[in-house]
């Protein structure tokens, strides 16, 4: 797995923190999950 910063495009957006490709070669969103409580 490799995590990284998912620039311009989700930049601002409430709590997506990072994006994972997976072994598959998908692509999962990381939650921030305070962020997500937060919005609520």
């Known amino acids: ?18 994006g994972a490709i997976l072994g598959d070669g998908k692509v999962g969103l990381i939650l921030d999950v305070q962020e997500v409580m937060e919005a609520e």
């Open 1 to 18: 797995m490799v995590i990284k910063n998912l620039g311009p495009t989700f930049q601002g957006t409430k709590g997506v923190a990072w």
